[in-house]
RNA sequence: GCCGCGGUAGUAUAGCCCGGCCUAGUAUGCGGGCCUGUCGAGCCCGUGACCCGGGUUCAAAUCCCGGCCGCGGCGCCA
């Protein structure tokens, strides 16, 4: 027998009395003694299978061995009836059973008990067969593929940057130490040098990949390893790069908009609606802000979460920039502002207290970069593969990295970036 | 790392403040029984739990101390 000639959502009125055959999950049984009923789902959807136990006793015996979450075939006639679910179902000819599953179940994959996320975490591909789970990922993968058309749309081609590196790649974030070969090597926090170097060859690059952070960070917010949405473009600067980043954002809400009526009805959200361009506030205005707002914040300070919250309620925005950071609070190539080197070309995008994204325009000039990593208490030396390409020709550049995951937050409604990750890794949770 | 809250059957919870009426309640699951249209099916019977260690007390799920774990708020952090 055939695992599956059709998906549930390929079953249809139009089948009426033609066989199939249907692969899938048992979601749930339902057993009124002469009819009993089986809920199958498939990556699609669910499809009702009945048995009676006067016209099928065998498969009725059959039925009390099945248990839930085990995945089967079934062969059978496609019937209306208007007692069905959506007017139609199977009665079944033959059930084969592929993979018996132990009962009772670790996590109720049907939704009627809930779970706190440690526990589903911890049953987590069990989790991931729940409708709101599928959901989240189903969400992402739209997303992803709009980021993607919308960047080569504009020229850019996707690359892969190392993920081993020597040292480290900007100071600041704590790495993870990994054994190469008997020597001292790190995972990548982040594919910023290397992607600043690929825009001196390709101008416009991309990368969607993971990156780590050894911090002791632990909110809903952050995790060890993160996928990791980068964008380095030549002879641009951050007034372009915002303006590549808010389409691209627009693009990929519309497309989850569009593509994922379901899926966003199985989580009870609608995504904020973009009314391009976004609003750039400027860094010191939000200083001001809160200030007014009575809190005690000077210039030169980072913005906390508390603050970031409090201003966008001040503000009403959900989704915006706020632009031109201080030195101190950027890396060291960020480039400084011409008209005043205390504040650099910069820009993160919020939505509401999350910072999603930052970017900036990205100093070129070697010597520049050179008094930078000094001011920033780094050794030029342990940069000196990075900086010898900056002889040859790097041309004007700017970029941004986007977290997917927090992004994904704001696409799905979920409340922690473990919800829309696989298999979050942080600082207690190593398994599965 | 700091602050707050919490840890009770497979899962989710009640009980804890005010120690004994707890033989630890409920839902769901699981096992069994009844039931020919369920769609959170229903009804009956059964099953299964107080995070670990120490202390207070005649008596601890309940109070105290320590540990471990979790969640949230911060911090740290491109």
Redesign the pocket.
């Known amino acids: 027998m055939k695992y599956r000639t059709h998906l549930s959502s390929e079953i249809s009125e139009a089948l009426a009395g033609r066989e199939v055959i249907i692969a899938g999950w048992i979601h749930?049984?339902?057993?009124?003694?002469?009819?009993?009923?089986l809920?199958i789902r498939d990556k699609d959807g669910y499809i009702?299978v009945?048995i009676?136990?006067?016209?099928q006793p065998k498969l009725a015996e059959l039925f009390?061995e099945l248990?839930?979450e085990s995945t089967v075939s079934i062969r059978g006639t496609v019937?209306l009836?208007?007692?069905?679910?959506n007017g139609y179902?199977i009665?079944p000819a033959e059930i084969i059973v592929h993979s018996r599953a132990k009962?009772?179940?670790?996590?109720?994959v049907?939704?009627?008990?809930?779970?706190?996320?440690?526990?589903?975490?911890?049953?987590r591909v069990l989790d991931l067969r729940r409708d709101e789970s599928r959901a989240y990922f189903k969400i992402i993968s739209v997303a992803l593929r709009a980021i993607r058309e919308e960047l080569y749309r504009r020229g850019f081609i996707e690359i892969f940057t190392p993920k081993i590196i020597a040292t480290a790649?900007?100071?600041?974030?704590?790495l993870f130490p990994v054994a190469y070969f008997g020597r001292e090597a790190y995972l990548?926090?982040?594919?910023?040098l290397y992607?600043e170097l690929m825009a001196g060859a390709f101008e416009r690059v991309f990368e969607i990949a993971p990156?780590w952070?050894a911090?002791?960070?632990?909110?809903?917010?952050?995790l060890a390893e993160f996928i990791?949405i980068?964008m380095e473009m030549a002879f641009a600067d951050y007034n372009t790069v915002m303006e590549v980043l808010e389409n691209v954002v627009y693009r990929a809400v519309k497309a989850v908009k569009e593509e994922c009526v379901k899926e966003l009805k199985i989580l009870n959200y609608e995504p904020p609606d973009i009314r391009l361009p976004l609003k750039r506030f400027k860094y010191v205005d939000v200083i001001k802000a809160l200030q007014e707002a009575g809190h005690n914040i000077k210039v030169g300070d980072?913005i906390?979460?508390?603050?970031?919250?409090e201003f966008c309620k001040v503000v009403k925005e959900d989704l915006f920039f706020i632009v031109d950071w201080p030195s101190e609070a950027?890396?060291f190539y960020t480039m400084p502002r011409k008209d005043n080197e205390m504040f650099t070309e910069s820009f993160d995008l919020n939505w509401r207290?999350l910072?999603l994204?930052?970017?900036s325009t990205r100093v070129h000039i070697k010597d520049l970069l050179i008094k930078r990593l000094k001011e920033k208490g780094l050794n030029p030396e342990s940069f000196r593969y990075f900086l010898k390409w900056f002889d040859y020709g790097i041309p004007p550049h700017a970029g941004?990295?986007?977290?997917l995951g927090r992004f994904a937050l704001m696409l799905t409604g979920a409340?922690?970036i473990?919800e829309v990750t696989l298999f979050p890794r942080?600082?207690?949770?190593l398994k599965p």
């Open positions: 749930l049984k339902r057993d009124l003694g002469g009819k009993k009923f809920i009702q009945v009676s136990r006067k016209e009390y248990t839930p019937k009836d208007k007692r069905a679910p179902e009665v009962a009772p179940l670790p996590l109720d049907s939704g009627k008990v809930p779970a706190d996320i440690d526990t589903r975490l911890r049953e790649t900007e100071g600041g974030a704590a990548a926090q982040s594919p910023q992607k990156a952070r911090e002791e960070s632990d909110t809903p917010y952050h990791s980068d980072d906390g979460t508390p603050e970031l919250r950027k890396p207290f910072e994204a930052s970017g941004w990295g986007m977290g409340r922690n473990r942080d600082k207690k949770r």
